[in-house]
Every structure is written in C-alpha cells, then in structure tokens.
C-alpha cells in the first residue's frame, strides 16, 4: 500500500517510520525547502516513549534527551504547591523525556532517510489539494523551486501537516481560524545551571498569562556544567491587542527583560537566561474546535492537524505518536483503506478529542490556578484527584502505559494484496 503523508514535522516523520514498520510504502511531502533543527523544548511522555521505542528508536533517544524525574507546581514565589514523579520514578517502564524539538526531528528524519531510503522525504512541496481516483487519492503539490505542479498517486492521504493544515482546510472549507485564549507565549533555550535537581520541570505561577515554565532538555553533567534550558512565559497584551495570524513574533531583550521583571524566583535567574537565549519568539496559544469526523474516504488526519491543543499536560505531541501507531494498526488489520481509516477515526478521536477540551479547561494546570485562587496549596487528596483523573482521560496511567496491547504490527500480518 502506498501512502502519501503530508507534512515532514515530528508528526508526519513518526508517521512514516510507523507505516513502514507496519510493511506499507509511505512518501513524505514537506513544505518547508529544507528540513531544519528549529524550534524549541518539547516533552515526551512514557505512552509515547513506549511506541517509539517499540519503532526500534530508545537507544537513540536516550542519547538525544533527558528524562526529568519530577514535575513540580510552584507558586509566584517559587514556594512548591505540588509535586509528582515522572517516567520511571513514577512506574512506568518507559521514562519521560524532554529534548529540543529540531533535535528530535532530526533524529526521526534520519530514522526514516535509513529505512525508508534517501527521498522518502521529498522537501519544497506545497500541497494544493487532494481528489479520490477510481482506485485511490491523487495529491497536487506545487514544487517551490521550480513553480511546477507536482502529482502524487497513492491509496491513502494522511495530513499530518499541523495546526494550519490545507488537508484539514479542503475536508473543512468552512472552519473558522484557530482558537485563541488571548495568551501569548514567550518561548526560549538558553544555557543555565541546573536548576533544583537538574531533572525537574518547574510551572509556577497561575491561571494562563500568569505562568513561567523551565525544564532542562539536555545533562549539565554531559554539558560543561550548565545545561540547555528550555523557558516559557505565559503573558496577555490586554483586550486592546489583535488577534494572532499565528505566526511568531521575536521578542527584543528589552521587551523580554520587562516582561521578566516581576518574577522573582529564588532558585533561577529568568532576565539572565532571558539575555542568554539567542532568540525569544512569541506564540499565540491556540487550538481548534474538536472535529466530528477526521477520515473521508481514503483520506485522514493525526496530529495537529487533527487535534491541534492547549500545551497543558505536555500531551500534544505525545499524542500525536500515539496516532501515527494506532493508523498503522488500523490500516494492517483491514483489507479495505476506506475501512481501516474509519477504524481508526473511531479508535482514536473521541478520545484525544476529550484531551483537547479538558486542556481547555487548564487539564492538570487546574491545580496550579485553584491553588492561587485558594491562597495556598489545595487540601490533601484534591490535587492527586485533579491529576489522576488527567492521567486516567488521556489513558496514560501507569497500568494503562505498562500493560496495554501492543500496536506492533506481526511481521506478516500485512496483507501482501496492500
């Protein structure tokens, strides 16, 4: 079975590797003219570990990120609210990992040019539009380049494309421009000491707008005694700003220094890691409205394409993993694509759907906002419930992580006629 895949980010790459290993032919489509390290700090929980490592991808992971053994919720002062173990502190069997994200695009590209062959991933193409074929889908991409029109024949489409996905705009031609909440995000890597432990992910702060967010994504041990910090700032511009065209803003030194100045928390110095960031850019925090429906025919969605979400409880691109490895299943275990993609629409959008709506509502950040509008920690037992039910929606327990069947397709299992 041959699959186009739009969209060569961390999504569209996992995807690929997925298919693949499932015994089917994927090409990857990507917009972009090169493939770059870009970008900044993202979180890879145990569900998601688990299915890269079953890609045969651990070692490589291991020796790209850090896995940080606690998640601690401060307030303004940088006083601890709460504080939870992470990955294999907590039982997993998998750890948690923080990595830059270019780092980690890099390594699942190079994954797929090893196994796939070099133009697996054919780079500079923009999609224009897809149509369904007597026998399959046609995708039409202009070559940027060349300003030629380019056509790709397959038996599936897979928009993996991102939260501004022309799939997702030709299935949904009516959908209204992202959701935003009016915070923007201030968002750098810097070098820093350790910070607490050297393997903690700090929130402090409040509701949205009020929160900084600091996690190393590499070993101070490893790295001359200063690790590279990944930082956010939660902030609001006041009703008067305009809405985001969703894309990143720089931020001056200046403008991040005042933003920095009534933070002051005892155990970072956020204006100097602020001023040793080579760059500060600024996000709108968005989403879309849950879809009733992300496969047509032969056609489908994953990742933020899909689902595009709040980052409260570091799940987006987690679950964006998790759906690469359910579609492989999915399209494995049915003779007809129609079929299969309609499995796996069932399988897997009620319930990452159910993610998207309970970030909205501030997920496990819940904790952090209830404790600032109580005036201090939560009484016993109430933030546990907060996060285990968190845990238990996006099916991410413990138990459920370590014991689930496994979305490995059997060598064999693929029908030879796909």
């Known amino acids: 079975m041959r699959v186009t895949v739009v969209g060569g980010g961390i999504a569209g790459l996992t995807c690929a590797l997925s298919l693949h290993a499932a015994g089917f032919e994927p090409q990857v489509h990507e917009a972009a003219r090169t493939v770059e390290a870009v970008g900044v700090g993202i979180n890879l929980l145990p569900h998601a570990v688990r299915e890269l490592s079953e890609l045969g991808l651990g070692d490589k992971l291991a020796s790209a990120a850090l896995p940080p053994r606690r998640l601690s919720y401060r307030d303004r002062t940088g ?4 504080e939870e173990p992470l990955g294999r502190a907590a039982g997993y069997h998998w750890p948690q990992y923080s990595v830059h994200r270019g780092r980690l695009q890099m390594l699942l590209l190079a994954a797929v040019r090893e196994r796939l062959g070099p133009d697996a991933v054919r ?3 923009l999609f224009q539009r897809f149509e369904e074929t007597a026998g399959g889908v046609r995708a039409r991409f202009l070559d940027r380049s060349s300003g030629l029109p380019v056509v790709e024949d397959a038996d599936v489409l897979v ?17 209204n421009v992202p959701r935003w909440n009016g915070v923007h995000m201030w968002r750098g890597v810097a ?4 910070v607490l432990d050297g393997r903690s992910i700090v929130v402090a702060g409040g509701t949205p707008g009020e929160k900084f967010v600091a996690y190393p994504i590499e070993d101070a041990a490893t790295a ?8 956010v700032l939660e902030v609001r511009h006041g009703p008067s700003a305009p809405p985001p065209d969703g894309t990143a803003r720089r931020i001056t030194a200046a403008e991040a220094r005042s933003g920095l100045s009534s933070w002051n928390l005892p155990w970072i110095d956020v204006v100097t890691l602020a ?12 989403d879309r409205d849950p879809l009733p429906r992300w496969s047509f025919g032969r056609v489908t969605l994953l990742g933020d394409a899909a689902h ?11 679950q964006s993993v998790v ?3 359910v579609l492989a299943w999915c399209l494995a275990r049915e003779n007809d694509p129609v079929t299969a993609l309609r499995r796996y629409d069932r399988v897997r959008r009620p319930a990452v759907n159910a993610v998207v709506l309970a970030n909205r509502n501030l997920g496990p950040e819940e904790i952090i906002a209830r404790t600032e509008a109580h005036g201090g920690a939560l009484p016993a037992g109430q933030a546990e419930t907060i996060a285990t039910g968190y845990r238990k929606l996006t099916r991410a327990t413990v138990v459920q992580v370590n014991t689930h069947s496994s979305w490995t397709v059997p060598r064999g299992a693929t029908d030879p006629a796909h």
């Not at 006083?79 to 709460?82: L, M, P, Q």
């Not at 928009?159 to 959908?175: H, K, N, W």
């Open 79 to 82: 006083e601890v609210v709460w």
């Open 123 to 125: 780079t500079g193409l």
């Open 159 to 175: 928009g993996a494309d991102g939260i501004g996905s022309a799939v997702r705009a030709q299935l949904y031609p009516d959908e």
């Open 191 to 194: 070098p820093h000491p350790p």
């Open 224 to 231: 001359g005694g200063e690790a590279l910090m990944n930082w």
């Open 275 to 286: 001023e040793r960031s080579s760059a500060i850019f600024e996000y709108p925090m968005i």
């Open 308 to 318: 595009p979400m709040f980052p409260m409880g570091m799940n987006g691109g987690s």
């Open 323 to 325: 759906d690469t490895r």
